[in-house]
């Protein structure tokens, strides 16, 4: 059975494998290291919240973190939204549990306070149906197509 807890602080490394396969969801473009000396990619192993899917070991994982406009992510809207990744284990990925992960993800940020959540999603990524379920939508003019938001 999968459960949901919420993310630690000492997880990093749950949060660079979930970067580096997601970074290379369409092709393996990335190697472990280039996720921790690329400071674009770097950034991604640190959450402000976050949540684990646990069945014998993480399954899966979603997190906010806030970025700066000087050291912005590339989802990145405005320092008061926080930006989503989230990653679903190849094996567990089909069967509602990324679903799952963004409603709770979705809850705990509404509680928090924060006027939305944002997030940047591939072209061709069938993540994009996922989000767009979920109340997402693009950030509109300035903003790169596959830029998202959802506004509390
Ligand atoms: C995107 C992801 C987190 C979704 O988690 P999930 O548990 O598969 O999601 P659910 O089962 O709740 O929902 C499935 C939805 O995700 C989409 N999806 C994306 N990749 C998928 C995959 N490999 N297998 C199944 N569904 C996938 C489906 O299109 C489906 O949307 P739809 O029902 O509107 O068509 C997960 O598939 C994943 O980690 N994929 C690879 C990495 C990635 O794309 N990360 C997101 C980067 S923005």
Do not use: C
């Not at 919420?6 to 369409?26: G, S």
């Not at 008061?80 to 940020?109: F, K, N, Y």
């Not at 924060?114 to 940047?120: F, K, R, T, V």
Request: a negative charge; charged letters at 20%.
């Amino acid at each position: 059975m999968t459960t949901l807890r919420p993310l630690r602080a000492d997880e990093q490394d749950l949060l660079a494998q979930a970067t580096l396969e997601n970074i290379n969801r369409a092709a393996p473009r990335y190697t472990p290291d280039d996720v921790l000396s690329t400071p674009e990619l770097a950034h991604y192993i640190s959450s402000d919240v976050g949540l684990v899917a646990e069945d014998g070991g993480p399954v899966g994982v979603v997190w906010l973190r806030f970025f700066s406009a000087d050291d912005p992510g590339y989802g990145f809207v405005e320092e008061s939204v926080p930006e989503l990744s989230i990653w679903v284990a190849e094996g567990h990925r089909g069967m509602g549990l990324g679903g799952q992960l963004l409603t709770e993800i979705t809850a705990l940020a509404r509680q928090r306070g924060y006027p939305g959540i944002s997030l940047s999603v591939e072209q061709g990524n069938p993540a994009r149906h996922l989000y767009e379920r979920h109340g997402f939508l693009p950030a509109g003019s300035g903003f790169d197509p596959g830029t998202l938001i959802l506004k509390f």
